[in-house]
């Protein structure tokens, strides 16, 4: 079983070199070595949803997808609105806001300055030399998946959603 501070990186799907396809990365925040399975659904489900939609379902195979396993010590993210709106100690540092209680609408999910550190370092220690490319290549793709089942996320190039939430994806 994982631990605290270990890290693992699964290919969900490969369809070709790294070099030529849009990789796209599946960080999770806030699932405990205990819920590395939780985790795993909620990349499943999340997959699912975005291979069952356009342009995602035709693109499908310029894509490789990784899933990189980062136990953290808390389980959740930080000034979760629904789930006691207190801070945790978890890789990524993943939170509804910067300081705790969150505002009860709050649906932002943002990394903390220390998990911003955090996601760059596991990008250029463990996922650009696995996949042979340089950590700020213009072909990867971060998506952050929080522990909770509060609705929540943000777009861009580090994407985060709820793993959870039946709306996340």
Same mark, same amino acid.
């Given at each position: 079983q994982l631990q605290v501070g270990d890290v693992n990186i699964? %290919?969900?799907?490969?369809t070709g070199p790294p070099k030529d396809r849009l990789n796209l990365i599946i /960080? !999770?925040?806030?699932?405990t070595p205990q819920e590395m399975d939780k985790f795993h659904r909620d990349v499943e489900r999340n997959q699912n949803v975005q291979w069952s939609i356009e342009p995602f379902r035709s693109y499908r195979y310029y894509f490789n997808v990784y899933m990189v396993e980062t136990p953290s010590k808390d389980s959740g993210?930080?000034?979760?609105?629904?789930? !006691? @709106?207190?801070?945790?100690? +978890?890789?990524? !540092? *993943?939170? /509804?806001?910067?300081k705790c209680p969150a505002d009860k609408l709050a649906r932002g999910i943002t990394y903390s300055t220390a998990g911003n550190t955090a996601r @760059? @370092?596991?990008? &250029?220690?463990y996922v650009a030399p696995a996949l042979g490319l340089a950590?700020? &290549?213009?072909?990867?793709?971060?998506?952050? *998946?929080? @522990?909770? /089942? +509060?609705? !929540?996320?943000? $777009?861009?190039?580090?994407?985060? +959603?709820? $793993? $959870?939430? %039946?709306?996340g994806p």
């Open positions: 699964v %290919p969900l799907q490969v /960080f !999770g925040d806030g699932y993210i930080s000034c979760d609105p629904d789930d !006691g @709106n207190v801070r945790r100690d +978890t890789v990524l !540092g *993943l939170e /509804f806001a910067t @760059n @370092n596991l990008l &250029s220690q950590s700020n &290549s213009q072909n990867i793709q971060t998506l952050a *998946l929080a @522990n909770t /089942f +509060t609705y !929540g996320g943000i $777009g861009g190039v580090q994407a985060t +959603t709820s $793993g $959870g939430s %039946p709306q």
